[in-house]
């Protein structure tokens, strides 16, 4: 499973970002996956940001992203997306998305350490 992030960039606070997660490997598919969005600040531990389950039926946030960021998952088009919305500077991270190939319950899916698979991040850039 090879995963590629794209869409951070530069915004002011207040703006949104549209971030993509695809299964670039053209060999794999993940619609069976689990597929998680995490970030990480610098000198700060990777962080969980959203999940949504396979169907695209279950969703999950960490508590300072809810009402503020939505993940949606395509699975024709094997992409994961996070929609970020009112950005803040302390938004400011690089943002992975990994893939939890064996779902093994809700308590595991905020942990850096039970997935699978991870992309090479895409930085996110929030200025006041």
């Known amino acids: 499973v090879q995963l590629q992030a794209s869409g951070g960039g530069s915004v002011l606070a207040g703006g949104s970002l549209r971030l993509a997660c695809a299964e670039s490997?053209?060999?794999?598919?993940?619609?069976?996956?689990?597929m998680s969005w995490f970030r990480q600040a610098p000198g700060k531990e990777r962080e969980f940001v959203a999940a949504v389950d396979w169907s695209g039926s279950s969703k999950w946030y960490e508590d300072s992203m809810k009402g503020r960021s939505t993940i949606s998952r395509d699975n024709f088009k094997n992409t994961v997306y996070l929609q970020l919305n009112s950005l803040r500077p302390e938004d400011t991270a690089v943002y992975y998305c990994a893939a939890l190939e064996r779902w093994r319950g809700t308590a595991t899916i905020t942990r850096a350490s039970s997935y699978d698979y991870w992309g090479q991040g895409t930085q996110v850039t929030v200025s006041s």
């Open positions: 490997g053209r060999t794999v598919s993940i619609s069976s996956y689990t």
